[in-house]
């Protein structure tokens, strides 16, 4: 078989529910890797949110903050910022909204208030502190990545009165918030196109909605079993739960083991 890449989201799909890595996807990893193909993160964290795992895997390919940020064998190759007008204009119609932010930079985050209920609810499943508050760090900073703090039937006023960002639901609580046209298809566009690889030989997995156009960018996707059903109509395949070894069994189901 000729080299392939396999771009892996994190949550809920290398990291199960309690975010720890089963064991059979770290044997599945560690098995691509003796066969000689190249493994990919792709997530929306980022970067300094998953050290411990790339370090772990030995990755050093990756496209963070949902393609804004992208890593090929540990060189910088695409960013993609937030303008700070942009970031002032979403900061002024959340505050009048009583709605909190956190801005994501290249090496840390930063909250717009000292705390918030809706951010511990929601950061913490992903085994994150509640970030410091830092009042100036949007205007300081380079903004790959910001999150909204808006509940469900509030989301939607911020994508009709912002139409020069992206907002995509990761929480009950949460959105994610990226500049247009950003996400991890574009991430991987941009690092296929400096790797040399061809994308028929490119594999995803992913469970949530920002997964959503990696799933159908990538011609050989495959949706988690614990993946919302809208999100599997995306993927050309659907694999088992991420504890039920997902990983391991979706990589068979397309013949990489």
Known sequence: MSKKMIFFDIDGTLYDENK???????????RLRSKGHDIA??????????????????????????????KYNGNAIYQNTIPTTTLQSLQSFASEKGH??????SSAMKANIEFHHDI???????????????ASFAE??????AL??????????????????????????????IPPGGSKANGIKNLIAEAGIKLEDCYAFGDNYNDVEMLQ???????????????????????ADVGDDGIARGLEKVGLL
């Open 20 to 30: 720890q890595l089963p064991a059979s996807t770290r044997d599945a990893i560690h």
């Open 41 to 70: 993160i792709s997530t929306g964290r980022a970067p300094y949110l998953f050290d411990d795992l790339r370090e772990e895997l030995d990755i050093h390919t990756f496209i963070s903050f949902n393609g804004q940020f992208v």
């Open 100 to 105: 909190p932010i956190v801005f994501m930079g």
């Open 120 to 134: 511990h609810e929601s950061i913490t499943t992903l085994g994150v502190e509640h970030p410091e508050f830092d």
């Open 140 to 145: 300081q900073n380079n903004i790959y990545q």
């Open 148 to 177: 909204l703090f808006a509940r469900e039937d509030e989301g939607g006023r911020y994508a009709d009165q912002m139409q020069d960002l992206r907002f995509v639901r990761w929480h009950p609580y949460s959105l994610d918030v």
């Open 217 to 239: 960018y990538v011609p050989n996707s495959v949706a988690m079993g614990n993946a919302p059903d809208e999100v599997k109509s995306y993927a050309r395949h659907i694999t």
